[in-house]
């Protein structure tokens, strides 16, 4: 299994960008994909779920309303639309696989921070003038 994620880099506040995070070696439909972002000296954080089985999402309080999370099973591929930018949104963003079974775990927070089966290398974000 292999995820990759892209699409980040420098951007004014404000902004936007949008990330991508392709899957290959799994079965689409039988994993959730979720973006985590982690700021230098601060702990990893959940920031948006998607599955495609039944189209379900999930976002954090940071990324509501600001971010827009979906998917293409056409290419295997997650977006993470992020819009109105801000600075303390600069951080590393990493992509996540795990069973969709394992939803809840985002719903609940309950062992999110176990939840990750599969991981891509990490794409930096970084909101600045």
């Known amino acids: 299994v292999q995820l990759v994620e892209s699409g980040g880099g420098l951007v004014q506040p404000g902004g936007s960008l949008r990330l991508s995070c392709t899957a290959s070696?799994?079965?689409?439909?039988?994993?959730?994909i979720g973006w985590f972002r982690q700021a230098p000296g601060k702990e990893r954080e959940p920031v948006a779920y998607?599955?495609?089985?039944?189209?379900?999402?999930y976002y954090s309080d940071s990324a509501k309303g600001r971010f827009t999370i979906s998917g293409d099973s056409a290419k295997n591929t997650v977006y993470l639309q992020m819009s109105s930018l801000k600075p303390e949104d600069t951080a590393v963003y990493y992509c996540a696989a795990d069973h969709r079974a394992r939803f809840l775990a985002w719903v609940t927070g309950s062992r999110i921070r176990e939840w990750g089966l599969f991981w891509g290398q990490g794409t930096q974000v970084t909101v600045s003038s």
């Open positions: 998607f599955q495609n089985s039944d189209k379900s999402t």
């Open positions: 070696g799994l079965t689409f439909d039988d994993y959730g």
